[in-house]
């Protein structure tokens, strides 16, 4: 009777623990980007609110970059969806890895993607910016049939410091 009880428990226990996966699962799935897994807008959007009540709570800069692929139409229109698609793929690696653990990368839009840079001043975070423009534009991305293809980005830094005083 009592090894029946178990069965039933252990079996009531797998189920659960299956259930928790599913929604953890769903969760992820609803914070990132198919094409590219990197974070989507709503993730960004929530962690923007998160990050920028946090700066100022403690005072510390926080510093958000947009970054947007130039002349993404072109890729597509030339070189079809799948070599655009590719593109996207490779950039978000190779954006992520000039980035800290703590950074926040999304997938903004179509081709756009937010960077938060929390505790970062803003000439550390234009020497950021800088730097993934450079790795970006050092990379051939290649493409269907063994092409290689060069990309560039234009990218824009705003930040939040709560220890300026506002200009008056």
């Known amino acids: 009777m009592a090894t029946d009880f178990m069965e039933r ?4 226990v797998a189920i659960c623990l299956e259930n928790v996966a599913n929604q953890e699962r769903l969760r992820h799935l609803g914070m990132t980007d198919p094409l590219t897994r990197a974070y989507n807008r709503r993730y960004f959007d929530q962690r923007l609110l998160e990050e920028a009540n946090r700066a100022l709570r403690s005072r510390q ?8 692929v130039d002349h993404f139409k072109r890729i ?6 799948a070599a655009g ?3 996207l ?4 690696l190779h954006i992520k890895a000039q980035l800290r653990a703590s950074d926040v990368m999304a997938r903004h839009g179509g081709e756009e993607f ?8 803003i000439r550390a975070a234009l020497a950021i910016a800088e730097r993934i423009r450079q790795t970006v534009a050092e990379v051939r991305f290649v493409i ?12 824009g830094v705003a930040t939040l410091d709560p220890t300026r005083k ?3």
């Open 9 to 12: 428990l252990a079996a009531i």
């Open 61 to 68: 800069p926080l510093c958000c970059m947009m970054l947007d």
């Open 76 to 81: 597509n229109d030339v070189s079809g969806h």
């Open 85 to 87: 698609d590719a593109v």
């Open 89 to 92: 793929r490779e950039m978000t």
């Open 114 to 121: 937010a960077v938060l840079l929390p505790q970062t001043e």
């Open 144 to 155: 269907a049939g063994g092409a290689g293809l060069a990309v560039t980005l234009s990218l």
């Open 166 to 168: 506002p200009d008056t």
